[in-house]
């Protein structure tokens, strides 16, 4: 099922004004998507102008004054994809005692979702129009599509302060635990893995092939021109026993550069900034030849890597996610992986390019401004990049006579079969040096009176003692250095908890709760606007940090529309 983001009125009515002023937020300058003439063709009347994108076919008309203007219905306008997301329950510890999940690292969520606000979505149920009519008028792009929430990616997106492995270990492990600030029945627990810095890959050489999308649809100043402007920050950072080439594909595939030595800054460069948008959108040409391309340049024992550029858009050759799953599993066995960055909005499709990621033993990142493309080849160059880990999984073990029951927090399309653990034909996450990822559980103590749901049984055991453990959590994962697997287990008991776990824990739980906020949740408890302010405001000033705040805030005032001066009637 597909959830796809839709309008309800007969007329959308936009302030422009102050979208077009929007200050930067969280490091990352805002893209206006209210009116772009970059690449759009305007079309003149006497009292209106008419703004379309041919692309997406798209279109605004905007009175003379420029102060306002509404979204003509009859003509398409949001196409963007999310896949329906089953919010996990609580589970009964005494019948389901073990949590088997693939890690994740990618950040693509948040980005996406700060893209969001500041285009003015709002939170789902929000009453925007004045009478409280759901098909009158609207004020703003729509409302946040629940799918499009991925809260482990939103942890993920931000660092924190996690114990480093101890020499000659690959992963260590970070437990915080306290009270829920959403629940007080309940107990939240973070567990925090942080990965040695270890980069025997990048000594070998980085074998790197850019596969950009320059279809029609990536004619915009937040896609193409986007990528084009935030390049130099990656070349910069390329040597001379790197090899870069450059595939573009849209109604056909070209190979514009072929194994260019890194330090040619100038000829990577040029190549890049001649691209042009045109045309349908063939992936699957594009594809084939970057894994070619790859496999030519290959290096053994260095950086082998893909990374595609798209707004997901793929209408010609292969269009599903089934089609994309079979071709891209079956070729990360080349030891080639693939990375995905995410670029627009308006005909997005986040569906194809977390499945591209997912089974190409890569990661996924949504850019939505230059300090963005800078933040993902620049400060997290070497983790986003070099292989350190892959099937890297992580298994819970909750001891019945601590626990009575337990929800994992996010990760719900990383979930895995307990047998998979050690199965290693089941593929899971890709983790790169100086990678962080983190996973949350929101706990329910044997002795609290918060009901869990579970099965009558007549012969199992109902308590367990002998231990104040409260469980077990242990890795498994496949080293880049050495081919082999590798395991390392951690317990957690109640030495863990703490009245007052931290800065970070505080900042955890402040995300949990806005992610639980913008996706609707059942589980929100107390979850509120004041509450998420408080937790995120504790700790020492930093500026990510205080750029959530800000656009926290921002998603207040979208969803808190009391201003209807300028609202133009049909």
Not at 106 to 131: F, I, K, P
Not at 161 to 170: I, L
Not at 349 to 366: C, F, I, P, R, S
Request: contains cysteine; glycine residues 8%; proline residues 3%.
């Amino acid at each position: 099922m597909i959830t796809t983001t839709s309008f309800r009125s007969k007329a959308l009515a936009l302030v422009i004004a102050g979208s077009l002023a929007l200050a930067p937020l969280s490091g990352c300058a805002a893209f206006s998507h209210a009116i772009s003439t970059q690449s759009n063709e305007a079309k003149t009347s006497t009292e209106t102008e008419y703004y379309a994108d041919a692309a997406e076919g798209s279109g605004y008309y905007a009175m003379t004054d420029s102060s306002t203007m509404y979204y003509e219905p009859d003509v398409p306008f949001n196409t963007e994809e999310y896949a329906a997301i089953d919010e996990t329950g609580f589970i009964s510890t005494l019948t389901r005692p073990l949590s088997t999940v693939s890690a994740d690292v990618d950040t693509a969520s948040w980005c996406n979702l700060r893209r969001m606000v500041r285009d003015g979505y709002v939170l789902a149920g929000t009453d925007v129009d004045e009478d409280g009519n759901s098909d009158e008028y609207y004020y703003d792009y729509g409302t946040i599509p629940a799918g499009a929430v991925r809260i482990e990616e939103m942890l993920n997106y931000f660092g924190y302060d996690y114990e480093k492995p101890a020499a000659g270990d690959d992963f260590a492990v970070t437990a915080r635990m306290g009270t829920c600030p959403w629940n007080e029945k309940t107990d939240l627990l973070v567990l925090g893995f942080s990965t040695a810095d270890e980069d025997t890959a990048s000594e070998k050489g980085r074998n790197l092939v850019f596969l950009i999308d320059v279809s029609g649809s990536m004619d915009s100043p937040d896609k193409l021109y986007l990528l084009q402007d935030s390049f130099a920050g990656l070349v910069e950072q390329l040597g001379p026993n790197d090899r870069v080439s450059i595939v573009t594909y849209a109604s056909g595939e070209e190979l514009v550069l072929d194994g260019v030595a890194g330090d040619r800054d100038r000829e990577i460069l040029r190549a890049i900034n001649r691209l042009r948008a045109d045309g349908s959108t063939n992936g699957e040409r594009g594809l084939e030849l970057a894994y070619e391309v790859a496999e030519k340049h290959f290096i053994e024992g260095g950086v082998n890597r893909i990374i595609m550029a798209s707004d997901g858009d793929l209408n010609v050759g292969m269009t599903s996610e089934s089609d994309l799953h079979d071709y891209v599993s079956k070729k990360r066995e080349t030891g080639v992986y693939l990375s995905v960055l995410g670029f627009g909005s308006g005909n997005y499709k986040d569906t194809k390019m977390e499945t591209l990621a997912d089974d190409g033993n890569g990661q996924y990142h949504y850019i939505d401004c230059e300090e963005e493309a800078l933040h993902v080849f620049g400060d997290k160059l070497c983790a986003n990049l070099v292989p350190f880990a892959d099937d890297v999984k992580f298994q819970i073990e909750f001891n019945p006579a601590q626990v009575k029951g337990y929800r994992l927090i996010g990760y719900e399309n990383r979930a895995l079969a307990d047998e998979d653990f050690r199965d290693d034909s089941v593929d899971a996450g890709d983790v790169g040096p100086e990678a962080q990822f983190t996973v949350a559980y929101e706990i329910v103590p044997a002795d609290s009176d918060f009901e869990v749901a579970g099965s009558d049984l007549k012969y199992q055991e109902t308590t367990y003692s002998g231990s104040d453990e409260w469980l077990t959590c242990t890795l498994r994962w496949h080293s880049f250095a050495d081919g082999e697997y590798h395991e390392m287990a951690s317990t957690v008991d109640e030495s863990t908890w703490a009245a007052a776990p931290g800065s970070d824990w505080n900042f955890q739980a402040a995300i949990i709760e806005l992610g639980m906020l913008m996706r609707g949740s059942e589980y929100a408890g107390n979850t509120s606007f004041e509450n998420i302010y408080q937790l995120a405001e504790q700790g020492p000033e930093d500026a990510e940090r205080d750029g959530f705040v800000e656009l926290v805030r921002e998603l207040e005032d979208n969803s808190d529309l009391t201003d209807w001066s300028t609202i133009v009637e049909e």
